[in-house]
């Protein structure tokens, strides 16, 4: 993520055996921030989303001056019921717990659209949500959740769009036991059956919903 200096005056008074000029008070320096356009789809600016996983429910907040774009795929995955009975199919320890392949295949090539990057506004900092990635404007459905500190994921251009306010210890509980290996393409292909039947011991995501 870029950083952005703003210039500091420095004013010295010369040396001078003549009374000194009254000083004027440093004018401030406003530093504009981007203009938050309305969601084309109506997405509220914040807006709270629950899961209610396996391991209990967990509460994410999400504001799309964050990462516009995200926020607003994010809502109509939600609404559309995306993510109800969803599997938590990739958790590594100490980095992040991922999900959003849909339990069937159907679902899945519905939203497999990619959208394009938003801009990193936020760091991955422990309970910020994002989504994967596999390359530039490759977004689609996945997301996920940072286990710890992952800064180094914002100079790769993963833009956090929401965070864990409630429930990042059901998070933090998530089963971890298999990693990386289930398999992403099968998933997409297979959904859930898949997975039930290769890795029983998986979390999941028994219903996701927008909440007041």
Known sequence: MKRYLVPVLICLAACSTEPAAK????KKVEVARPKLEPSPKGVPDVYKVR?????????IEVHREWAPLGADRF????KDGFY?????????P?????FGIAASPAMSKKWDVPFDDDPVMRTNKTGAVSFATSGPNSRTSQVFINLRSNQSLDEDGFAPF???????EAVERIYKGYGNQPNQEIIMKRGNAYLKEAFPNLD?????AIVP
């Open 204 to 208: 999941y995501i028994r219903k996701a």
């Open 162 to 168: 929401g965070q864990v306010v409630e429930g990042m």
């Open 94 to 98: 100490n980095f992040v717990a991922q």
């Open 51 to 59: 899961l209610d996983t396996t391991r209990g429910p967990v509460l």
């Open 23 to 26: 000083k004027e008070e440093p």
């Open 84 to 92: 109800t009975q969803a599997a938590f199919f990739r958790v590594v």
């Open 75 to 78: 809502y109509e995955l939600v």
